[in-house]
């Protein structure tokens, strides 16, 4: 059974959640100060990450779990050249190889609408 969580706060971009039903914080989601977004991190500082925004939700108790979702981590991958993801109803290919220059290159189709895009990533440089 998946745990729920509540959040609360919002003052000066400040928020803590707390599981369901327990004032005990588990975690906290503090506004950067500089360059924007959030870093959420756990309560005991084990771990933090970082988001651009916070996520949209229709509730408190299902931004919460989205936020914590993050904590949790997602699944990740590892391979030499490329892989393949499915993701809500994308198909996703990943590859970094002799290839494409070693650039990172992001292709994705649905079976709706399957034309294949293509995404060339960059790396911008802090001037």
Same mark, same amino acid.
């Given at each position: #059974?998946? &745990? =729920? ?5 919002? $003052? ?16 906290? +989601? !503090?506004?950067?100060? *500089? ?8 309560? *005991?500082? @084990? &771990?933090? +990450?970082? #988001? !651009?925004? #916070?996520?949209?939700?229709? %509730?408190? !108790?299902?931004?919460?779990? @989205?936020? #914590?979702? =993050? =904590?949790?981590?997602?699944? &990740?991958?590892?391979? /030499? ?6 993701? %809500? ?22 079976? $709706?609408?399957?034309? /294949?895009?293509?995404?060339? =990533? ?6």
């Amino acid at each position: #059974m998946n &745990k =729920l969580y509540e959040i609360f706060g919002g $003052d000066h971009g400040n928020y803590k959640i707390c599981e369901a039903g327990n004032a005990t914080p588990v975690a906290f +989601v !503090r506004r950067n100060q *500089d360059g924007g977004g959030y870093t959420v991190s756990r309560a *005991d500082e @084990s &771990k933090s +990450v970082s #988001m !651009r925004h #916070m996520p949209t939700a229709e %509730n408190g !108790r299902e931004q919460a779990s @989205s936020i #914590m979702a =993050l =904590l949790d981590g997602v699944p &990740k991958f590892s391979a /030499d050249i490329g892989c393949y993801v499915e993701i %809500n109803g994308f198909t996703i290919y990943l590859e970094v190889s002799e290839a494409t220059a070693g650039v990172p290159s992001v292709s994705y189709w649905t079976k $709706d609408y399957p034309q /294949d895009f293509v995404t060339h =990533l960059t790396e911008e440089q802090a001037q």
